[in-house]
């Protein structure tokens, strides 16, 4: 089977999981959605959340909660995924866009000061493949921060957790995300202050904002073992850390002395991007251009605004490195990673 950079790991038991919503004949939000939410409130420990149809809708209603109107500014890095211009641009914010450090993709200590400079309401906080910034520069931002922990679930810096940085979090849900639930996405406060507004916000939502029970049964499954999920990508982090320092490459590190998620195997290259990907492809290895999806690539941002994101962009190459990955698929990577052109 070809291993895929973005590719979700769905086994035996989470097919079991939707197979028993599918045949109770109900798929609306229902028994499989509180149980869920239940689950990941006792595992990750938050205060209250919502479980929803999507990360865009996510967004959508952290922004109502948080009381933003058309013409406030909202801070995002440019290596955001598109989406989130789509949800700001569609409510009528203001983007204030942050460059980010070319070493570790996150938002540069100079970028931050611009958020309450240009006068920002709120800052999205992205953490593109999972690399976690670094909490101690978000501590004296003065804005709400909307936190989005879809691939860095699971990473930790000393006592600062991600996914526990903002005022509300957002989990994707989506295809190859930390955990899948075929679509969908969580969002919770972290605390009882916070978590007011969301369960205010529960009354207006429409049926069709909530997630539905069958991704509601795939995402309770997949939950049950987000450690093991973490742990083999640590195993796999470890083997291609070795290969690359053999081939002289560097990988996107963390912003900061942590234990990480290890979500994705990110090599930024000076030179010969297309002969890299070449290689791999000769070697059957899947790769893509890790910020394809970014505001930076799709030309929202700006020309001139972000440079080190525009620069980063094409020069980030994502190599396969998720749970589902075996032995000798992983020993594969490895050996392409230690004789990269």
């Known amino acids: 089977m070809e291993i895929l950079v973005r590719s979700s790991y769905i086994r035996r ?3 079991d999981s939707v197979l028993n919503c599918l045949v109770t004949d109900r798929l609306s939000p229902g028994d499989f959605g509180d149980r869920f939410m239940k689950a990941a409130k006792d595992r990750f420990g938050f205060d209250y959340g919502l479980a929803l149809r999507s990360p865009m809708v996510a967004l959508d209603v952290a922004v109502s909660c ?37 070493a570790t993709a996150a938002v540069t200590t100079e970028a931050l000061d611009r958020v309450s400079s240009e006068g ?49 979090t957002i989990l994707g849900l989506e295809p190859a995300s930390s955990i899948t639930a075929g679509g969908g996405a969580l969002l919770y406060a972290p605390g009882r202050r916070e978590a007011q507004p969301l369960r205010n916000a529960l ?17 309770l499954s997949q939950l049950k073992d987000i450690e093991k999920f973490i742990e083999k990508r640590r195993e796999l982090s470890e083997l291609y850390a070795q290969s690359l320092a053999r081939a002289h490459r560097r990988p996107l590190a963390p912003a900061c002395e942590c234990e990480p998620s290890n979500f994705g195997c990110v090599v930024v290259l000076e030179s010969g991007v297309k002969d890299v990907r070449a290689y791999a492809k000769k070697k059957d290895v899947d790769t893509v251009m890790a910020f394809e999806d970014t505001c930076a690539a799709a030309g929202i941002t700006p020309e001139g605004v972000c440079p080190s994101a525009a620069s980063l962009v094409n020069r980030s190459v994502a190599f396969p490195m998720s749970q589902r990955i ?13 004789t990269l052109p």
């Open 13 to 15: 038991k989470d097919m």
């Open 66 to 102: 948080l009381g933003l109107v058309a013409g406030d500014a909202i801070a995002l890095s440019a290596l955001s995924h598109a989406w989130v211009h789509k949800v700001i641009a569609a409510r009528g914010l203001r983007p204030v866009w942050l460059d980010i450090d070319p």
């Open 120 to 168: 920002s309401k709120a800052f999205y906080l992205a953490e593109p493949w999972g690399v976690m910034p670094d909490p101690a520069s978000l501590i004296d931002l003065g804005v709400p921060i909307i936190e989005d922990a879809t691939y860095s679930i699971g990473a930790r810096a000393g006592e600062s957790r991600a996914g526990f940085l903002g005022t509300f």
């Open 203 to 219: 009354d207006g939502l429409l049926q069709e904002e909530r997630m539905s029970d069958m991704n509601a049964a795939l995402a």
């Open 326 to 338: 075996g032995k000798i698929a992983a020993q594969k990577i490895a050996k392409v990673l230690a």
